[in-house]
């Protein structure tokens, strides 16, 4: 008698449909013991000021700029940047063999908060309200300039992922050619949009809320849930009800709603291993001054690396760099998980 094939303990590939790409799911090695790297927490003592944090009000930055004392979120050109808005343009082409092209753009920090000893998470729903509506702002403010072809809005949480300050902020870049990641996503949703004359991720969200099974919660605008593609153990998405193409075309309620989605899915996050919960998040959305994109959809990915516990974070590496990605815990398993965790934050809880 020939075994029935089972997601949840067969080994089995997924299709990520934004970019093609498959990811090897393999549930039956949740069970082996780990033996690996165990990361060393930073204590989460910081002060609500600290006097040499060039995100704090008042100080000093690295180029001599002096912060306002500001009281909300803050926005400066990243005296680090990436991105230069002067570089020339050129291109180098070498027997089609050495290839490159001069890059063009701006970068943004963007401080959430005065406050150096909170996150996310932890500032207030009209907090984070606030936070949402200065990347709309800085959105349309970059779209004005007709040379930015796209402008990526993101956050790098924790040590681990590389965060060199733990005031709570992000960044936005913005460049004159369009990057990988979008250009895979674009094709995905163009040739869904020509075929079925609606947006990819909205099919996509009526069968995962018809099917319950990855969803964490929604509210009026928002879906909050583990993509079935997941590469990372916690990875999630929001994405938008209403078929927009940008944060730019969000309404006032729907920023809210945003905030609201944020706050909750984040407080999930350190309520999980009762940490800081690191992650990499950022908005995906439509390119722009480069032409019209109708199958583009609005959503913003979470990438968090912990994987058993606060010190346990999972690698990239081997089959994963040579092959395709792989994970253990299956999505399913992951959104049962942050499903079940409270919205109220745990340090409130133990106040």
Known sequence: MQQLFDLDSNPHTRLNILTGEQILVSPHRTKRPWQGKVEELSPDNRPVYDPKCYLCPGNVRADGAVNPDYTHSFVFKNDFAALLEDTPENKLNEEDLLVASAEKGLCKVISFSPKHNLTLPELSLEEITAVVKVWQKEYEELA?????????????????????????????????????????????????????????????????????????FENEHFVVLVPFWAVWPYETMIISKRHVTGINFFTASELEALADALKKLTTKYDNLFETSFPYSAGMHQAPVNNGEYPEWHWHMHFYPPLLRSATVKKFMVGYELLANAQRDITPEYAAQRLRELSVEHYKQKKA
């Open 144 to 216: 004005a300039h007709d040379w930015i072809k796209y402008i990526q809005i993101f956050e790098n949480k924790g040590e681990i992922m590389g965060c060199s300050n733990p005031h709570p902020h992000g960044q936005i870049w913005a460049q004159s050619s369009i990057p990988q990641e979008i250009i895979k996503e674009s094709e995905r949703q163009k040739n869904y949009y020509a075929i079925h004359r609606r947006s990819l991720l909205s099919a996509y969200l009526k069968l995962e809320l018809k099917k319950q099974e990855r969803i964490l």
